[in-house]
């Protein structure tokens, strides 16, 4: 087991700080790799708050919900699956659970080859799509904006994470350089038009 240590939210190679240097930090994340390197678990904290785990390696939720129980009480978590993974795109289950260990949401989230995420599906307990959320970057690690979008696919709402304002998709979406994916909730990436949205995991 290795433990490394992040600047903010997520693992990125760029921002890797030393254990020492997490104290300058409000929010880090502390990141768990097993033996082969592979991701097996992060911590998001919030000063010396832990706010949130996310498994990843997790071949059966009910012994990973247990041995979250048992050392992170009171800290809710989520368990990633990983459904398909097509040119560099690669989508993900989330299973979402409350500081007690109830299933909250469900998710599939759409991330590129840099771990950006472009699209995320919320769906409730029984698997219906509750929203769907979808993201655009300036560069490799600058969020602009965020679109909502209804169950129906309906676009209902846009913020511009820059300017902390309102983001009207009619008058910014041709200025995009995939304004079809933003267009409707359901429309894929350009680069995934002969693919489609992977099933819910049995």
Known sequence: MTIRYYEGAGVLREREIS????????????????????????LLYDGPRLVKVNYYRSTHLDETKSFHLRNYAGVPFDIWKTLSSVGGYVWEYAYSFSPSGELTTLSKVLSDDTERQLMQIDLDADKRVEQITKYYWTDGK?????????????????????YGDH???????????????YEYGYTLPRALDATGIPPDPH
Do not use: C, M, N, W
């Open 19 to 42: 254990a020492e240097q997490t104290l300058r930090f409000v929010t880090y994340t502390e990141a768990h790799f097993d033996d082969d390197g592979e991701l097996e678990r992060t």
């Open 142 to 162: 600058t969020l602009r904006y965020v679109f909502e979008y209804d169950e129906t696919g309906a676009f209902l709402s846009g913020y511009d994470s820059l």
């Open 167 to 181: 983001a009207f998709l009619p008058d910014i979406k041709d200025s995009l350089p995939d304004p079809a994916f």
